[in-house]
């Protein structure tokens, strides 16, 4: 195709009022779009900040139903919640039990909140004694006994109400452990949302203090992806959906934009991308010094992720982004 030259051709003039600009827009950003994590733990009127991430807070299920209903309220129409428990042991017991935190904690925003979607986050971190994602025997995490509480996990959040399920763990074969055990006990119509290619990033640090999931040893280097890897990240993606994920998440969002875009051309599932703690630790600290605009330069920080082929957008800042596109 052969374009006009200049003076024929005048790109500006496409941009001369906001509504115009608007009106040729490529890409938008819609509060129907906007995922809101939320961190449980136990007790009442429970709203403990967190230092490394301004704004967030890890909050009984009465603050997470007063959270969640207040971002509702905005038009987020999802939240993607986390536990805390008050004990943790070798087996991550905390994380499958009947009453744990995540199960209670749906169930009553499923009670209260009925038309919001609740996701929950399958992982073992928060739960393990030694804060890894899975069981260790010596300095070794083992991929295939993990399956088994992985798939339990998910199976008792959906018997508490969840309306997704997101494993975050990255051992190999979890979707597919995953889809069976719901499959089983009778969840077929339960969506699998996968971490299908989840980076060992340095950008997680602000979470780790918030879902008091340090490892105590070691790192995640040996089951999270190598920041050095794209194509590796498509036969991740690849293998989760063949496994039977439906929708599939890059973490981190903005450092891993190739990674999003590469994603969503391959495969054409609904995509997620999570805009870490990393990410709006660093917002709100150069914000909170003046040096930016927190409200432009988070919108254009989520913008880019849609452009990149982003269907779904996970912030921190839901609400905020909410009231700013209103």
Request: with cysteine.
């Amino acid at each position: 195709m052969t374009l006009p030259g200049f003076p024929v051709a005048r790109p500006r003039r496409l941009r001369t009022s906001p509504t115009l600009r608007r009106l040729v827009a490529e890409n938008s950003l819609n509060v129907s779009q906007l995922v809101l994590p939320l961190f449980a733990r136990s007790g009442k009127k429970l709203r403990r900040p967190v230092d490394a991430m301004p704004g967030v807070f890890q909050l009984s299920p009465d603050e997470i139903v007063r959270e969640a209903a207040a971002a509702h309220a905005l038009g987020v129409s999802a939240v993607l919640l986390f536990g805390i428990p008050d004990k943790k042991d070798a087996k991550a017991s905390g994380a499958y039990a009947k009453n744990g935190i995540v199960q209670q904690t749906v169930r009553r925003l499923k009670k209260e909140l009925p038309s919001l979607l609740v996701i929950t986050d399958v992982c073992l971190c928060e739960y393990m004694a030694h804060g890894h994602c899975g069981i260790v025997h010596g300095a070794k995490i083992l991929n295939d006994p993990t399956l088994k509480l992985l798939a339990r996990t998910a199976a008792s959040h959906a018997e508490a109400g969840a309306d997704i399920v997101a494993p975050s763990d990255m051992m190999d074969g979890r979707v597919r452990a995953i889809r069976a055990e719901l499959d089983n006990e009778g969840f077929l119509d339960t969506p699998i949302m996968s971490y299908a290619a989840k980076f060992a990033s340095a950008f997680y640090g602000p979470f780790r203090e918030v879902a008091e999931s340090t490892p105590q040893f070691g790192d995640r280097r040996s089951y999270q992806m190598d920041a050095a890897n794209a194509n590796e990240a498509l036969r991740e993606v690849a293998l989760d959906i063949q496994e039977g994920a439906d929708i599939v998440m890059v973490k981190p969002a903005l450092a891993y934009l190739d990674i999003i875009h590469r994603v969503k051309t391959e495969f054409g599932l609904p995509t997620a991308a999570y805009a870490v703690s990393g990410e709006h630790a660093m917002i709100k600290a150069a914000a909170a010094n003046g040096w930016i605009d927190e409200r432009a330069v988070t919108l254009e920080s989520l913008l880019a992720m849609r452009r990149a082929g982003a269907d779904i957008l996970i912030t921190y800042a839901a609400a905020d982004v909410a009231k700013w596109l209103r």
